[in-house]
């Protein structure tokens, strides 16, 4: 442990002209005053009764020595330190398919879910996180960051627009998936559907299974169901009839097989809230990994303070008895 100044080669390039400074100021007074009219000097003099002119030079001189030595930045160096980053970490997926539009739950499912997908990041404050939207196809939404607030705004983002009426192919979200995962120590799966089709579901159950991926589902929407709506919100024609979207807990299933759980979204807190105490109890916050950081601590502001105590003093006429 040391006392180190970070900027030193500031320090020395201003003090040494302060030290010709202070010299010329306390040692050749008369030169410099020469300068000034003497009508001012007079309006700027002290009575009688404040400190002599050569300590308050004194003062503002050691004033400006610890304005230096601050903005030289001393500190106290405590060497390299390693920092363990604990919290888990995990694939967090959005189904964007077009079921996604039915309005069985206020405003929509993809609004609904939005909104808890937002909750879930509340309740993991310090995980690391990777946000993908899927429908017939997965893409990146955000990448792995354990920054809440920036997530949220990125899942924000998300609107129906983005919405693909193409049938939804969840092996494309396993594999997808699998690849983010595969170096990770804990393989988590977290993923906000309304369930799709059956068939569509066994192949992605499949690469959940062999690549031993934990998944964790929240179910949205209801077992009734509702019309399926086009992007001006109209309900669309299949065979000649309106189609209906139900909610398929077939997921729920999959994920109870894979070592997850599920949950079936309402409104309130209580469920999210209690699969993130699931996903924490299963895994128990294994370590991400750990970085090196270099432990100094600041010590600036105490030289600070004395140069704003001398300048305070330099500048206030502070009563100075002379002998008689």
């Given amino acids: 442990m040391s006392v180190i100044f970070l900027n030193l080669t500031f320090f020395w390039v201003m003090f040494i002209p302060l030290i010709l400074f202070g010299y010329l100021i306390l040692t050749h007074k008369d030169n410099f005053l020469q300068i000034f009219d003497e009508e001012v000097l007079q309006r700027l003099s002290r009575g009688d009764d404040a400190l002599p002119l050569k300590i308050r030079n004194f003062m503002l001189i050691l004033s400006l020595f610890f304005m230096i030595m601050a903005m030289g930045r001393p500190v106290i160096d405590h060497g390299d330190k390693v920092v363990q980053l604990e919290g888990l970490t995990a694939v967090v997926a959005l189904d964007i398919s077009g079921s996604m539009r039915s309005q069985d739950i206020y405003p929509s499912r993809l609004e609904f879910a939005k909104k808890k997908m937002m909750r879930l990041f509340d309740f993991m404050p310090t995980d690391e996180l990777f946000i993908v939207g899927f429908s017939h196809s997965a893409f990146a939404i955000a990448p792995f960051s354990s920054d809440k607030v920036t997530l949220k705004q990125m899942v924000e983002g998300v609107s129906d627009k983005y919405i693909n009426m193409a049938s939804t192919d969840f092996s494309t979200l396993a594999n997808f998936s699998a690849e983010l995962l595969k170096d990770k120590k804990t393989k988590i799966l977290i993923l906000f559907s309304d ?66 759980a599920f949950m079936i979204s309402t409104t309130g807190d209580e469920g999210i809230k209690k699969l993130v105490e699931i996903i924490k109890s299963n895994h128990q916050n294994k370590e991400q990994g750990e970085v090196i950081i270099h432990d100094r601590k600041e010590y600036f502001y105490y030289p600070l303070g004395v140069a704003i105590l001398f300048l305070l003093l330099g500048f206030t006429s502070l009563p100075w008895r002379r002998k008689s």
């Avoid at 089709?197 to 929407?221: H, P, Q, R």
């Avoid at 009839?241 to 299933?253: E, F, H, S, V, Y």
Wanted: net charge negative; proline share 3%.
């Fill in 195 to 260: 369930g799709g089709e059956k068939t569509d579901i066994a192949e992605f159950a499949k690469i959940i299974k062999d690549e031993k991926i934990s998944l964790y589902v929240v179910l949205i929407g209801t077992k009734e169901g509702s019309p399926v709506l086009d992007v001006d919100g109209k309900p669309v024609n299949y065979q000649g009839k309106i189609a209906i979207t139900q909610r398929n807990d077939t997921l729920g299933d999959v994920a109870i097989e894979n070592s997850g």
